[in-house]
């Protein structure tokens, strides 16, 4: 079961089955608009993520530093 869906950058990319990746910008290409939407949703969680352990791994680093300055 191929389909064929237009990219966001206007190339056709001929879908196998439920997801493909487009051969000109790279970017995941959904046969169900739904997909293509839970995927965003997917991005923005993913980076909610990984600021999140950033900003926690930066107040850890902080914190041992902030330890290891203080001398009393
Ligand atoms: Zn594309």
Redo the contacts with the bound molecule.
Sequence with gaps: MSEQVT???G?VVTVEGERSW?T??G?P?YTDPKKQRRHKWNSLYLTVLFIGTITFLVYIYLELVSKFWVVE
């Design positions: 990219c966001k950058c190339n487009c000109k910008c970017q290409v």
